[in-house]
């Protein structure tokens, strides 16, 4: 019979009205934690999170951010710490308020948790972050194995084992510890279709849909550009995503097919996207960073069971091989001709891609990947 463990969770896991207020808050991040823990519960795990709200240093951020302003993410049990926001200190403060957060729940618990767990997205394995340096401690002190999950960027020494999302890093060589790759589940969705779209004929409409940050490195720029060079009328780009770029701005008032919606709540974008043709995931790989973190957009895609194109980045697996649709060089006549194509698909191709994608997430689901995982505990009990 299978054990049934209690995790504590070190980094912050938020609503929808925090991630809103906070916006140094990374919504594709705190979405996959959420999608995680999520189906840890449902498995019967117990899960106790801390976990502080992100925002950009002082003078640029508030100077004081406290525990009560921000919510974690309704189900879960924890709380949220605060700290002075200012530089060179912030760190030291969040620290210490994760470990007295930390020590108040050990010491109240009737039996203290099998692992601590932190999501770690690093520049370098020698960058300090409070969840990282709370895991050591309590390692060290309470006796706690610490599993560390590595999203981006480097893995920090010292932990018992490591998750990776990116596929490039799981398969480097590496001394750090035992290791397994989980790039993410598909996320359950209720797809509600917004009926506007549908009953007064605008659904005619071929709609390419990006979700994600309007910064260099999703690649949304480049998108815009490609799509521009396209002269079909009855197409549109719709752009979600958090983040200032003022070539998209200029380009959304020269084209009126370009649709710059912004960040919008997840109602919202389960709206849009329930009646998109399909979705991109332009993330360059001449971009040095992305060769170290996994567009973690392309699983939220997939659970729309529509077409996605996508660049195959190295922290893609190669799973993904026959369910994505590959952008094959990183020129704008490229991508141009890879939108033409998925936005013109015959409906037979369309359907078979949608049939792949179906079966593909049967075995991709949240539960099915953490079950992944608590198997790959077990000979560490």
Known sequence: MRKNYRFLWLDGIFDEKSVETFRSISPAANFWQRGFVDALQTLGHQVEVIGHPIERVWPFGRLIIRGKQASLSPGLSGVAVGYINVPFLRGSIQFVNYLRAAKRYLMAAEEKPGYVMTFS?????????????????????????WICIVADGAAPPGADGYVYLTWSCFKSPSEQGPSIHIDGGIPDIPIEVDQDWVDDGRRREKILMYMGALTQHGGATQLARAFHSLRDEDIQLWICGRGENAELVHMAEVDKRIKLIGFVNELELNKLASVATAFANPRPGSFGPNKFNYPSKILHYLAYEKPVISTFTEGISPDYADVLIPIPEETEACLAATIHHVLNMEE?????????????????TWVYQVDRFISWLQPKT
């Open 121 to 145: 997205c690093l520049n370098k394995s020698t960058d300090r972050a409070p969840g990282n340096e709370s895991a050591k401690y309590i390692r060290k002190h309470f006796g706690i194995p």
């Open 348 to 364: 037979k191709d369309y359907d078979a891609m949608r049939a792949r994608i179906e079966s593909f997430n049967e075995t991709h």
